[in-house]
């Protein structure tokens, strides 16, 4: 007989990865008291949201953050608001990632102070800032200041890092928000790395770093990834993200260290896919999308976490994300996986695929070098008419049925969904009264902050220190933590810099996109052009204005760029100027552009308060024919509430089909200028 072999179940298993789940809302205690569950749950890791006033600089009182305070995360405005984010938790023993970009500097400075307070050392700090600004430019739309002085703030916080919190990463590269702008799994590696490589260029420049410890910064740069739901492809893309890293520290940097070179990502699978339209369905996709970042072992993920299936809804509950944090777990605990070696070591389609994507990634990324780079690439606006034409043809596909989603444009009948029954409580809202409650808990830290219990020091040294920093060349982290500890706010600090650096409106895009439906007679587009030159012409006017506005703070411009090409592609004058504006500068626009038509896009949930605002103020104006077209992330009570404040048509992730919803705005059109309607079907 031969010996009998030990059984799988003695093998030794691998760690599991860093389990998160992507948290923040109302307020510091609001949001300190999720994260105390969460962690009592078995999560292993804190992925902190901050609200979009805090990412982009503001106070909760100043006019753009109407709407926005704690509505996708947690305002924080100053060390007190850090202070009660973390109560109870010890900041030595947590791994806490946040997502953080133009203020990361001033978001890491709090929360060194803190983990001091709390008697940390902080050099066991352990955790991950964003902070990658081209991104930013590209698809989220956090960005405050100009290219040169957000890589600036960048380097510094990295030459930082690397001799005060070593173990800290001061940036992840994003490609995540590059998949959901509509980047091919190409340009999604090649643009991580364009970035990737302007980060460690500016760093090596810098002369804060010797070439000796470049090493060390190499081995703290790590990446956030999208999983999508082609999985093959996805698990190839991350080996392929592996070798070029690999390939790009040796030859570029020198790095002989095989571990600092190790590709180092944590994931966030994939939002963009996830569908309003029978949600049920995201739970299979968010698990598949998973499996493509923990099968195999060479290129596992370090950290996952995972969107809530009801995320095209509105905000998840607790439960909700619990449910994803189970996923993980299951998978982790229950399966055999972490036993194993890489399990497609050896696959021929694997190895095909991963050098292919290797060849063509590495081509483009010549490519953006050629151009100077991917700050040059930006300010150009390549990048992002190049993502902007991805998305458009990705979508087209979708409207065709070519590309097939589940419940959308494929297998649409559904039984009643008991998950969905009641939509108000299918989802977590934040209370209106909260914003009003954070704006007097910011007044009083302003008039007390130099008084027991603080006794902070007056701010105003503080901040004149940091622009005379900025002003000159030395490392801004240093005065950033004066700020901190003087009590300034973020408002402050980053209006500070704001003063010096100046503000930064990145190229939309729009106007350089190509073509993505064509109009050939009998297609859909073809009629909607002829009912867009039929109603210019009834109306007396060369072409119907259409203008497409995002009010507010939400920078994820990808559907309004869809719609303005599309209308664009459609006959439509487009008038598009790009995020973060207010109800005023839209009104001001849409009457100086004598526009037929007004659209407005908001994904944050401001849209209760901004909308009406833009109402009001055309008709205050005498313009209240203009119809006023809204879309996002609306809750069907809200989209109720909207039209019968005056809101023409309410469009939301369901409404898919693009070309129809243009064709929709030219009978409001139509409507509100009292014309018959027209026997053209769109």
Not at 485 to 501: K, S
């Amino acid at each position: 007989m031969t010996e009998r072999q030990p059984s799988d179940s003695r093998r030794q298993k691998d760690r599991p990865w860093l389990m998160r789940t992507y948290a923040g809302h109302s307020t510091a205690e609001a949001s300190n008291e999720l994260y105390r569950r969460n962690l009592a749950k078995g999560q292993t890791g804190l992925s902190v949201a901050f609200d979009l006033p805090t990412q982009t600089g503001y106070d909760a009182d100043h006019v753009l953050a109407r709407g926005e305070v704690g509505r996708v995360g947690v305002p924080v405005a100053h060390l007190g608001d850090m202070r009660r984010l973390f109560q109870d938790i010890p900041l030595e023993q947590m791994n806490t990632s946040m997502t953080i970009n133009a203020t990361a500097m001033w978001l890491l400075a709090l929360y060194q102070v803190v983990a001091e307070e709390q008697g940390a050392d902080i050099t066991k700090l352990q955790g991950t800032t964003q902070n990658d600004i081209v991104k930013e430019y590209l698809s989220r739309g956090t960005h405050v200041f100009p290219p040169g002085p957000s890589l600036r703030l960048t380097t510094d916080m990295i030459a930082y890092t690397v001799s005060h919190i070593p173990k800290w990463n001061p940036i992840n590269i994003c490609s995540y928000h590059l998949q959901e702008a509509g980047a091919t799994p190409v340009q999604e590696i090649a643009y991580a790395m364009s970035t990737a490589i302007a980060v460690l260029d500016a760093v090596r420049d810098s002369g804060q770093v010797p070439q000796e410890r470049m090493g060390d910064v190499v081995g703290r740069i790590s990446f956030f990834v999208n999983a999508g739901v082609r999985f093959i492809e996805e698990m190839c893309k991350m080996r392929a993200f592996g070798r070029i890293w690999d390939r790009i520290t040796r030859e570029r940097y020198g790095i002989e260290d095989p571990k600092h070179r190790r590709f180092r990502y944590g994931v966030q699978v994939n939002s963009l896919g996830l569908t309003e339209a029978q949600p049920e369905n995201n739970v299979q996709r968010i698990v598949l999308e998973m499996l493509a970042v923990t099968l195999s072992k060479d290129a596992r993920a370090r950290a996952v976490q995972l969107p809530a299936w009801n995320e095209a809804l509105g905000l998840p509950r607790p439960w909700d994300q619990q449910w994803s944090l189970r996923i993980q777990q299951v998978l982790a605990h229950e399966s055999d996986l972490l036993e194993y070696d890489d399990i497609f070591e050896g696959s021929k389609v694997v190895e095909a695929k991963v050098n292919e994507l290797v060849e063509e990634s590495f081509a483009e990324i010549e490519r953006i070098q050629e151009m100077g780079g991917a700050m040059a690439a930006v300010e150009s606006g390549y990048l992002k008419s190049q993502l902007v034409a991805s998305h458009a043809e990705r979508r087209a596909r979708i409207e065709s049925g070519q590309e097939k989603i589940v419940g959308v444009n494929i297998f649409e009948t559904t039984e009643p969904n008991p998950l969905t029954a009641d939509l108000d409580t299918a989802i977590q809202t934040v209370d209106p009264a909260v914003e009003a409650r954070v704006i007097a808990s910011l007044q009083e830290w302003r008039d007390t902050r130099y008084q027991p219990p603080f006794n902070h020091p007056r701010p105003c040294k503080a901040l004149e220190r940091l622009k005379e920093v900025a002003k000159g060349t030395g490392n801004l982290m240093e005065a950033t933590l004066d700020c901190a500890r003087a009590g300034v706010t973020t408002g402050e600090w980053a209006g500070a810099l704001r003063e010096v650096f100046g503000e930064f409106r990145a190229p939309t895009g729009v106007s350089s996109a190509p073509v993505a439906v064509t109009a050939e007679e009998g297609t859909a587009m073809a009629q909607v052009r002829r009912k867009v030159d039929l109603t210019a012409r009834d109306l007396g006017v060369g072409k119907l204005r259409f203008l497409v506005g995002k009010p507010g703070l939400d920078g994820h411009s990808n559907g309004a760029e869809q719609i303005a090409v599309r209308a664009r592609d459609a006959g439509f004058e487009v008038v598009y100027q790009g995020i973060r504006l207010t109800p005023e500068q839209i009104v001001d626009a849409a009457l100086a552009e004598d526009v037929h038509a007004v659209g407005l896009s908001i994904l944050s949930g401001s849209h209760a308060q901004l909308v009406p605002d833009v109402l009001e103020r055309l008709r205050q104006a005498g313009a209240a024919d203009i119809p006023v077209i809204a879309g996002g992330i609306i809750p069907n009570g809200d989209a109720e509430q909207l039209r019968a404040a005056g809101v023409a048509a309410v469009f939301t992730p369901k409404d898919f089909d693009i070309t129809g919803i243009i064709g929709r705005i030219v009978d409001e059109i139509r409507t509100a200028n009292k014309l018959d309607p027209l026997e053209v079907p769109a």
